[in-house]
């Protein structure tokens, strides 16, 4: 998984409780993107970031947020997780910006 | 926003037979258009990619067309093999807001 790793690979947790999952880059990229992905729906931006401290809503931001204090570091939290969210979440780095998205592995998430 | 549909949702060919996947999208305004494979349980990885002032790129045995006044662009893929079994994700962009299509799961027959 060179560039882009994603922690957990895998988590199942319960409704209510908070989620924090971790996006790591060695690219020293400036834009990093958090995407869901469900059946149907292709994937979708959740949020995404254009630098330290700098973050963008997406396409569907609620019920999440995202922090990033170093280049190499974006989380996505949800704060009080519903059984909707249950879902694979793709970490993404790119260059040019927004344009040739490099996927991480990918974490898979089941809110029971 | 951005809206982009994809047809079909599943294909099915015969190893060397080609395929054709079709997205639209609704912004005038989006110019940059990639098409993602996806193989089962692994990344979403970019395969051919293609900017609003360019009708056709190719790569081997993909390419890619651009109908900008319709607003529509296809993957062509010829002499299909086994291996290009995966789904397959149109997108349109502009800036960071990148639409992905829902998914084309091709299957190519031996």
């Known amino acids: 998984d060179a560039g882009i790793t994603q922690s957990p690979r895998h988590k199942v947790t319960e409704t209510g409780t908070p989620v924090t999952l971790r996006c790591h880059q060695t690219?020293?990229?400036?834009?990093m993107y958090w995407y869901r992905q469900d059946p149907g729906h292709g994937l979708r931006l959740i949020h995404y970031s254009y630098g330290v401290k700098d973050t963008d809503k997406g396409e569907v931001s609620d019920g999440y947020s995202v922090s990033r204090s170093k280049t190499e570091d974006f989380l996505l939290t949800l704060e009080s997780a519903t059984s909707s969210q249950t879902s694979v979440y793709f970490c993404?780095?790119?260059?040019?910006?927004?344009?040739?998205?490099?996927f991480g592995s990918g974490t898979q998430l089941s809110v029971l | 926003g951005e809206n982009v549909e994809q047809h079909p949702s599943t294909l099915s060919v015969q190893e060397g037979d080609s395929a054709v996947i079709k997205c639209t999208y609704s912004?005038?305004?989006?110019?940059?258009f990639p098409w993602y494979k996806q193989e089962l349980g692994k990344r979403p990885q970019l395969i051919i990619d293609?900017?609003?002032?360019?009708g056709e790129k190719k790569d081997q045995r993909i390419a890619v067309t651009l109908n900008k006044t319709a607003k529509h662009f296809s993957l062509h893929i010829t002499e299909t093999q086994p291996e290009d079994s995966a789904v397959y994700f149109c997108?349109?962009?502009?800036?960071?807001?990148?639409?992905f299509g829902a998914g084309t799961r091709l299957t190519v027959k031996p």
């Open positions: 993404a780095i790119s260059e040019p910006p927004g344009e040739k998205l490099f």
């Open positions: 997108a349109a962009s502009m800036s960071n807001d990148m639409r």
């Open positions: 912004d005038s305004a989006s110019n940059y």
């Open positions: 690219e020293n990229h400036r834009y």
């Open positions: 293609i900017r609003s002032n360019v």
